[in-house]
């Protein structure tokens, strides 16, 4: 396990005080941690937080027939069977709770996985389990030979037939490539978009590109992949006061939207909980003008989703810090540099792209993925006293 990213700095915050009290409005459910007692099956009894605690050794120990054999499960007994891939760490938009102005130190080229390399990680992980691919960046559309990634990541068989493909992006450029990326085997698209007021949109990104936005949703609703999903990061005096515009924009364009409590993985380690807008201040919000039900168990969906009632439109509330659903976690994560993340607030990281340069056999790469998962922790701990910030940030781990 290598810390393959920037120094780490502690979060700034101290521990927030008693919040304000807030509106009632239709309650969030209480997630249902499936925790299995700690008997991580290399040796029962381990302490699943002892970060001492060694890798699943069971996974090291495997043979290399072996090492396909079972599920991709990690000590808690969550089966892994969805790939997250960060195709690069560039984007074209400088959101400010992301990113500074002058954007990042970029990853150099050559340490940038090649799609060789992201076809044949992915085969292997098709073979233990994996069944769908999410790609994101920084703004994957932004990877030249992103249509090509799609078409090769498809092709692969996983248990369930074909990898379901799905992407991330910010919309910027899909007018260009939207026939392209369907015709190659993407199902489904997720598209960023923290607000409907172009002047803002403007500031928010530090670039003039709402219009271009608008043009990449327009050419996703000609094309056939549903749901059409829209993210937007909810944040106190910066969007809050348009979640209900934010929400008719949806329903007018046959999206679903998803709020996504702000998480902390900023690049200037800056986010604090003071102005984070949790998951019962956003349906209260939207409960002001809509009426909203709650739609059925979420299972491993990140998003609780309630119906708008007099609509057939749905809205989710991601609330990844105030009711976490870590305990139905199926992700793992591979980075635009070859690193694996066990979780989205890992702090390690296993170094994939070295074993690959390095002629690491496909069977050292199943084992590599095993020990991650096997060493994956129960949750993402922002509740817990030592919590640190992962070192890398959004923009280089992906959604
Ligand atoms: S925070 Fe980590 S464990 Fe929790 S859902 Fe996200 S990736 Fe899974």
């Known amino acids: 396990m290598t810390t393959a990213y920037h120094p780490g700095r502690p979060s700034a915050d101290p521990p927030a005080p008693a919040a304000a009290p807030r509106p009632t409005a239709v309650a969030l459910p209480t997630p249902t941690v499936r925790v299995r007692t700690a008997q991580a099956p290399s040796s029962p009894g381990a302490d699943p937080d002892d970060p001492t605690r060694p890798a699943d050794a069971s996974s090291a120990a495997r043979s290399s027939e072996d090492v396909w054999d079972g599920p991709l499960v990690d000590s808690f007994g969550r089966v892994h069977r969805d790939l997250r891939i960060s195709l690069t760490d560039k984007c074209n938009l400088r959101c400010t709770y992301c990113m500074p102005a002058e954007g990042l130190p970029w990853l150099a080229k050559e340490n940038v996985l090649t799609t060789d390399e992201i076809e044949r990680v992915a085969r292997v992980l098709a073979r233990v389990g994996i069944v769908e691919v999410r790609l994101t960046g920084g703004e994957p559309l932004l990877r030249p030979d992103i249509v090509d990634v799609v078409r090769r990541l498809h092709a692969i068989e996983g248990p369930e037939g074909p990898l379901d493909i799905s992407m991330t992006t910010n919309a910027i450029r899909l007018d260009r490539v939207m026939e392209d990326l369907e015709a190659a ?26 219009s271009a936005v608008q043009a990449g949703i327009a050419a996703a609703r000609a094309s056939g992949l549903r749901p059409l999903k829209i993210n937007a990061v909810a944040m106190r005096g910066v969007n809050d006061d348009e979640f209900c515009d934010l929400l008719r924009f949806a329903i007018d364009h046959e999206a679903e939207l998803r709020f996504i409590e702000q998480m902390p993985l900023d690049a200037g380690h800056v986010w604090s909980r003071h102005t984070m807008v949790d998951g019962a201040e956003i349906l209260a919000k939207l409960s002001a003008e809509f009426d909203l ?107």
């Open 185 to 210: 085997g993407l199902s489904r698209l997720n598209i960023s978009l923290d607000t409907v007021d172009p002047e803002r949109f403007t500031k928010l990104t530090r670039r003039e590109r709402f």
């Open 293 to 399: 039900e709650p739609v059925g168990d979420r299972g491993s969906s990140p998003a609780e989703v309630f119906r708008v009632r007099g609509t057939d439109a749905t809205v989710g509330v991601i609330a990844s810090v105030t009711a976490p659903f870590c305990g139905a976690c199926d992700r793992v994560r591979l980075t635009a540099d070859g690193q694996l993340r066990n979780c989205l607030f890992a702090r390690e990281e296993s170094d994939l792209l070295s074993l690959l340069r390095s002629g690491g056999s496909d069977e050292d790469v199943a084992r590599m993925i095993r020990a991650s998962i096997g060493a994956k922790r129960p949750g993402h701990g922002i509740d817990d006293p030592g919590f640190l910030q992962p070192d890398r940030p959004m923009s280089a781990i992906g959604g």
